[in-house]
């Protein structure tokens, strides 16, 4: 994403836009050519000097911030690595220590300074088994000017390994993960860019209304695995609330923000802004967010976006998962021997004016079927919302897993008591299976 000095947006009347750019104006589409070749000419070369290319092509571009912006997003995809034979803290050591031993600092240099250098070079090149331009180059090499780009997108480097390198979540610009690896185009580039810019905005978010009207599942998903606290309500297709879901033809989501659970933390801002790419996976949404804003009267100021906006999705419509405790599970019970099958939010409990997508389903070949929702971390305000939607489930096959870090008993979850599994740090496959086979009930039985 975009760094806050590389945002851009105007405010105007309470609202404020993001100032997106022509995706089809020769101009951008120029200079986003002209980088992703700077960036594939540099594999290999030092970060320093692509940021002094970059700086070097702004200083005939006026438009110092969209090149720079285009350029962080650039700068998402890439890797850089150290590369020296030896830690460079060593080399440094071993060449001050030298140094200090060979000869004491002096106002003027010598003559022979520039040869007592080299032996001083050699010397400890000699000590690590290093060639002297290989002790020259290490000295430094752990700077981050001097790191070396190895990755660029899905190029590499010769003798690079992608598999061996660690990384986070592609969702913020550094791993693969739930992420749509489209090739490095200017079109790509350049609605990236304008995405960018409306992740800027969010920022300073203090609440989100999201509406949408189809591929529920992906969007849901994605608010739970970015940690959004949320409410979701049945809506028809003009966008009012109904009272049943049989009435719904989408769902409307609120999401709070950091005014009203962190005071004023940006890094929930930050949340919000990564999932806003989820939005643009559906045909149809329609997304309003407030922004803090010190300098207005009311204190704050509106976002707008829709799906007339044209901005387009990296993420992937593949299945997520909303933590690290049910992506275990799943990959647990991919190598489980069981006749039990685990499904990922394939249910919706009506609650009447709000709903709730339970985690996961597992069903058995003979037709029965268990809904369990996992229960792990969450505010002490977004639990009792939880408890108190749990508490709403009118369904025999609903089980719960809870952990057991969470301030709460069994009487907190009224009729579900029962069937509720306590872990401490994951969750076991068989647990759930024995939890499953207590209580999972076969719809067609049942209707009968």
């Known amino acids: 994403m975009l760094t806050a000095d590389l945002a851009r947006s105007r405010t105007r009347d309470g609202e404020v836009r993001p100032l997106f ?13 002209t980088l992703i070749d700077l960036f594939e000419n540099h594999l290999g070369e030092p970060k320093g000097d692509i ?60 003559l022979g300074e520039d040869t007592q250098k080299l032996e001083v070079y050699s010397a400890v090149a000699d000590e690590l ?5 290989e002790c020259y180059r290490g000295m430094y090499a752990d700077l981050d000017d001097n790191k070396l780009l190895v990755r660029f997108g899905d190029q590499t480097v010769e003798d690079y390994d992608v598999a061996e390198t660690a990384s986070t979540t592609k ?17 790509w580039l350049l609605a990236r860019y304008n995405l960018a810019l409306a992740q800027a905005v969010l920022y300073d978010a203090s609440k989100m209304r999201i509406r949408v009207w189809d591929h529920f599942g992906t969007v849901f998903s994605y608010m739970k695995l970015f940690g959004l606290m949320h409410r979701i309500y049945p809506i028809d297709g003009e966008g009012n609330r109904v009272s049943r879901t049989d009435l719904a033809t989408g769902y409307e989501a609120e999401v709070d923000g950091p005014a009203s659970l962190f005071r004023k933390s940006q890094k929930y801002g930050i949340r919000m802004a990564n999932f806003l790419p989820a939005l643009p996976l559906c045909d149809r949404w329609e997304m309003r967010a407030e922004i803090l804003d010190d300098d207005t009267a009311s204190g704050s100021n509106r976002l707008t976006l829709d799906h007339t906006d044209g901005l387009v999705s990296q993420y992937s419509t593949g299945q997520q998962f909303d933590s690290d405790i049910e992506r275990t599970l799943a990959r647990k019970w991919e ?25 996961f389903a597992v069903k058995h070949p003979d037709g029965r079927r268990a809904i369990i929702e996992i229960v792990g971390f969450w505010t002490p305000e977004y639990l009792q919302s939880k408890l108190a939607k749990i508490r709403q489930v009118d ?17 907190d979850f009224g009729d579900t008591a029962e069937r509720v599994l306590w872990f401490k740090s994951g969750i076991h496959v068989y647990d759930v299976v024995e939890l499953a086979e207590a209580y999972a009930s076969n719809p067609e039985t049942d209707q009968s």
């Not at 088994?129 to 331009?133: A, I």
Request: aromatic content about 6%; overall charge negative.
């Open 335 to 359: 190598r489980a021997n069981t006749d039990w099958t685990l499904q990922r939010e394939a249910d919706v409990f009506d609650l009447g004016a709000e709903v709730m997508i339970p985690d």
């Open 51 to 110: 940021e002094a290319a970059i700086d070097d092509l702004t200083v005939d571009n006026t438009d110092y911030k969209i090149v720079h912006g285009l350029a962080k997003l650039l700068k998402d995809e890439c890797e850089f690595e150290q590369q020296a034979a030896v830690d460079p803290h060593e080399i440094r050591q071993r060449l001050f220590k030298r140094a200090n031993e060979q000869y004491p600092i002096v106002r003027q240099p010598t």
């Open 21 to 33: 750019i022509d995706i089809s104006d020769e101009r951008y589409r120029s200079t986003a050519a």
């Open 129 to 133: 088994g290093l060639s002297l331009e």
């Open 395 to 411: 369904a025999d096959n609903f089980v719960l897993a809870v952990s057991e870090r969470l301030d709460c008993a069994d009487e």
């Open 171 to 187: 969702l913020t610009g550094n791993s693969k993960q739930a992420y749509d690896q489209t090739a490095r185009t200017v079109d």
